[in-house]
């Protein structure tokens, strides 16, 4: 039943008939547990497998927060490694002394960095945004 649910899946856009062929169908129930255990197993093969790990790695679904104490060549080899591990699984970076972006939130070194080592974050939105929210910011803060 799971291969049926996760390997036939048919969907229509712009009024065309498609056969998924590869990949899981996002819009299935199933899915998102299905990736959350698949990239769990691809990113414990990965980590294990590289001799210069990060400090921190937390993901969600399919994205990934890290936080490295390493040059930024010894992340770029960590990630050409990983890219090569799946045919069809690929990881891009964001790399930065300051600020990255993650799950809608700019998390940045602001004045409490220097001094205490607190990250601080807030809400960031796309470009593609289309309302306007000039008051609305959310601050958070973690220990690095």
Sequence with gaps: MLRLILKKNSFQ????????????????????????????????????QSVKKPTVWKRYIDDVFSLWDLSNRDIENFIVQANSHHSTIKFTAEISDTEVIFLHTAIHQGERFKEHSILDIKTHFKPTETFSVHSLHLVSSTKC
């Design 13 to 48: 856009f712009d009024g065309k008939d498609y056969f998924q062929i590869h990949g899981i169908a996002m819009g299935t129930k199933m899915a998102v547990a299905f990736v959350n255990i698949f990239m769990a197993k691809i990113e414990r093969q990965i980590l294990n």
